[in-house]
């Protein structure tokens, strides 16, 4: 069975979102189980999860905005606990608002490539990666900033 037209699919990798001979994308239903996928389509899909170029959009202002707020170029390990912990968290997050959106995004035509809907990722393996993206940025906020920043 196919879906007549285009879909929007992650990264938009062949691996992720086979074609038949006649240019349409075979369902979700069709498509071979996460078991047969190489690590690098399933480690894609896991980056994807993270929503890397929301991300890149909120690590863009961070750094002048800590400059602003210093009067200067921030000293130490501020800087990388900042921006990494930062990415980290914003990825925790956009990785659990994929498990939560899930039955969603396998409704909508725009969104059937994801990860979870096009089966390449588990519901429960997406939820134990933001819950750990969750916990690794936290620890490296509080390691680097302090644990009152780390908790906002």
């Known amino acids: 069975m196919s879906v007549p037209g285009r879909v929007n699919c992650v990264l938009r990798s062949a691996a992720l979102c086979p074609t038949s001979g006649d240019g349409s994308v075979?369902?979700?239903a069709d498509r071979q189980p996460s078991a047969t996928r190489s690590a690098a389509t399933v480690a894609r899909a896991y980056l994807?999860?993270?929503?890397?170029?929301?991300?890149?959009?909120?690590?863009?202002?961070?750094?002048?905005?800590?400059?602003?707020?210093?009067?200067?170029?921030?000293?130490?390990?501020l800087v990388?606990?900042?921006?990494?912990?930062?990415?980290?968290?914003?990825?925790?997050?956009?990785?659990?608002n994929c498990y939560f959106d899930r039955d969603i995004d396998g409704l909508m035509h725009r969104?059937?490539?994801?990860?979870?809907?096009?089966?390449?990722?588990?519901?429960?393996?997406?939820?134990?990666?933001?819950?750990?993206?969750?916990?690794?940025?936290?620890?490296?906020?509080?390691?680097g900033t302090t644990p009152r920043a780390a908790g906002l």
Do not use: C, D, H, Y
């Not at 991300?55 to 863009?60: G, K, N, P, R, S």
């Not at 400059?67 to 921030?74: E, H």
């Open 48 to 77: 994807s999860l993270t929503k890397p170029r929301i991300v890149e959009l909120l690590l863009v202002t961070t750094l002048p905005t800590m400059m602003l707020a210093a009067g200067r170029f921030p000293a130490g390990w």
């Open 26 to 28: 075979t369902a979700v």
């Open 111 to 143: 969104t059937q490539g994801r990860p979870l809907p096009s089966q390449v990722v588990t519901p429960r393996a997406a939820l134990v990666f933001g819950l750990v993206l969750t916990v690794v940025s936290t620890a490296l906020l509080s390691w």
């Open 80 to 96: 990388p606990a900042t921006l990494g912990g930062g990415a980290l968290a914003a990825g925790a997050a956009n990785a659990l």
